[in-house]
């Protein structure tokens, strides 16, 4: 082979292309980042949107967020505003999100009323965590009563109201668990009691696994009484696993 046509390569020469690219890439992402800085200092909030409240009014949340217009969202203290808006009754938590084009988002989850607590002439919804909630006129549910614990205090701890609690969230996954009971209480003998939305009967669930007694309650209401109805019976005992025990006039 003739070497006097051999093409001589300089081992350095190959680099500098890829060293041109890397600057190149390198002074691209320095103006991208720049120009981000300069938007993230110009960006001013424009508009405040709240969504998921239905009970807390929106202009309830904007008095409490107090965001004045034309706010850089750097300048505003977010933890703040969070804890100023999760101080409403019916606010459990809010998630707040700053949009591109400076709108503040605020997702507000709110507290789901259970029951209706009732002591005299007073009464407030419940969530389950026991939580007593003012009832706004126009927004009124339909929910069980709940009776036998004091509308006195804002929170309910003590472990009879627990084990209603577990009752009715249990009741309120299914539709018929749910439309049947009207009134529910606690008694130390026979722990959780409701009454029946038809004929109120007294319906007796005992503590804990309600899941397996509410069912056993479905079966005896769609095998025993849409057949034979409510009116001759008084008492319902569900507390028993492969049983039910029934009372009658």
């Known amino acids: 082979m003739d070497n ?11 680099p500098r292309g890829n060293k041109s690219r890397f600057a190149l890439i390198i002074l691209a992402l320095g103006i991208v980042a720049m120009a ?48 100023r808006i999760e ?57 069980p009563l709940v009776y036998g614990f004091s509308s006195r205090k804002d929170t309910l701890t003590s472990e009879d109201f627990k084990q209603v609690s577990e009752f009715l969230q249990t009741a309120k996954t299914n539709s018929l668990y749910w439309i049947t009971i009207s ?25 804990n696994n309600f899941d397996h007694k509410l069912a056993n309650w479905g079966t005896f209401y769609t095998e025993v009484v849409r057949v034979k109805g409510m009116q001759s019976m008084r008492q319902i005992d569900l507390r028993f696993r492969n049983q039910v025990v029934t009372k009658e006039i």
Not at 4 to 13: A, D, L, T, V, Y
Not at 117 to 139: M, N, W
């Open 87 to 143: 101080a409403l009754d019916y606010v459990d938590e809010v998630e707040i999100q700053v949009e591109p084009g400076g709108d503040l988002i605020f997702d507000v989850k709110e507290r789901e009323p259970i029951g209706i607590l009732i002591e005299g002439a007073e009464r407030a919804y419940l969530d389950k965590d026991g939580v007593a909630l003012p009832i706004p006129e126009d927004k009124v549910l339909d929910l």
């Open 183 to 207: 009134e529910v209480a606690y008694s130390e003998e026979e722990g959780v009691v409701a009454l029946s939305f038809e004929n109120g009967v007294k319906l007796i669930f005992g503590k």
């Open 4 to 14: 006097k046509h051999k093409e001589h390569i300089n081992p350095e020469s190959k």
């Open 36 to 83: 981000g800085l300069y938007w993230t200092k110009s960006l001013k909030v424009k508009d405040v949107q709240f969504t998921g409240n239905f009970f807390a009014l929106t202009e309830e949340l904007e008095n409490a967020a107090m965001i004045p217009s034309g706010v850089h969202p750097d300048s505003m203290d977010l933890n703040a505003i969070k804890s």
